[in-house]
């Protein structure tokens, strides 16, 4: 049997650990989003007791490598008896890591969305809440699409990390087979496969969000 | 080239019929005071608008004319003086106290603002812009909002542009949306702040037509223009602003035939040459 044969014959595990890592990059992006609205929210208020910290945290989290944030949840949280197991601490790991990184995304974007909209939301009776949900947020998202795409692919990317803490996702798949059957350059080009795929199915999801955007003029594609 | 012939006829036929020009006051400023960084844009100013007056407000700029007019529904803070707008006091409750978020909100969608650099929402379509308040502020239906909507689009003229995105109109086209948003929430007082000031100058005829048309149509409205013509033709009354200090209010015809004080001839006289 070729190398290439025994992958093949062993590709159930490709598509489990596939799976595994679609449904960790699902969720973890999806909270990561949720988090990253919510932070930006949170910093619209001008109360520094708040905000100050808020900061602090986003920028902190975006200094750290994410390795070591999975380690912190997986092997540090047991010291103070949280014990998530490894593909919750997987899940929340990259969750809050890229949610941090979208807040800072939609930051940027919210410093320079004309006051005069907010004036007339504000002149229109519109409350804070309403107002950043209906208005605001809506074309942050619009503004950010481009960058949105890009996290999204490194939060890809990321998921293999969770490898290190015995998740069993596609990068332990391909591991695992290398392994056993001393195969590692073949067992590595499939996986690389994969994330290309789903990379490239990803940018041309986003880019066709593009065309939304672009229509109600903010875009270019 | 504004006749004041169809605001006339409409309020004589309103005084004909009973429904006099009321004398109540739709917006009432006392005390009104009000410095950015130790500089006093408007100094104890008073002013009293009453129902279905159209008011314009003169002045060089940096003469505290559009902070007036942005402290009407708060969004500025003066730092003494009351206003109330149909009775209600905006911006400090009965306590004394600011005012929470809630209810300024609810006395602010009592008046409707026009910006001069219009403040459409971009993300939204044309009738959406419109009926965007009235469904998410007011709690209207759908379908009410948009009936009103539609209306409102008609009467601005710009009905055929209901589905467009705000990136593709013109300035005055943007101007006569703004228009029609601010009048879907059925303010008892229109504030329009300088609203032909950022357009081409063969757009400025279309917005203020709509405006004149409004005037007529018996609504309250408050307009910081720079607009000469326009402000004879559909003004109850004039005001002119000093640097802070309202130095003359009085009767278009009285304003712009025979202003009783040096500051406002010279200023009447730079406007014509």
Known sequence: ?221 | MFEKNTSERVRSEQTATGAARSERAAVSIRHLSKSFDGVEVLRDVDLEVREGDVVTILGSSGSGKSTLLRCINWLEQPDRGSIHIGGQRIGVNDAGRPMPVRELARVRARTGMVFQSFNLWPHLNVLHNVTEAPIHVLGKSKAEAEAHARELLEKVGMSAKADAYPGTLSGGQKQRVAIARALAMQPEVMLFDEPTSALDPELVGEVLAVIKDLSAEGYTMIVVTHEMAFSRAVSDKVVFLDKGLIIEQADPETFFTNPSTERVRKFLEREES
Request: hydrophobic share 50%; aromatic share 16%; net charge positive.
């Open chain 1, 1 to 221: 049997m070729s190398n290439w044969e025994i992958l093949w014959s062993a590709r159930d595990q490709f598509w489990s650990g596939f799976f595994s890592t679609m449904e960790i990059f699902g969720l973890s992006i999806s909270a990561a989003f949720a988090i990253g609205c919510g932070m930006l929210y949170l910093l619209e208020g001008s109360r520094p007791r708040l905000t100050v910290p808020l900061r602090v945290f986003i920028d902190g989290m975006r200094m750290l490598p994410f390795l070591i944030l999975a380690y912190l949840l997986y092997y540090g949280l047991p010291a103070i008896d949280i014990r998530l197991d490894a593909w919750w601490s997987g899940v929340g790991a990259l969750a809050v890591y890229h949610g941090c990184y979208f807040a800072e995304i939609f930051r940027g974007a919210r410093l320079t969305f004309p006051p005069g909209q907010v004036e007339a939301a504000k002149a229109h009776g519109f409350t804070k809440g309403k107002m950043f949900f209906r208005l605001i947020l809506p074309q942050i998202v619009m503004q950010t699409r481009p960058l949105l795409g890009n996290q999204l692919i490194y939060a890809l990317k990321d998921t293999a990390f969770l490898v290190i803490i015995t998740v069993r996702e596609l990068t332990a798949a391909a591991n695992s087979l290398s392994g056993t059957y001393f195969i590692p350059t073949e067992a590595f080009i499939v996986v690389i496969g994969f994330y290309w795929a789903v990379s490239v199915v990803m940018e041309i999801i986003v880019k066709q969000c593009g065309r939304f955007s672009a229509k109600r003029g903010f875009d270019n594609v």
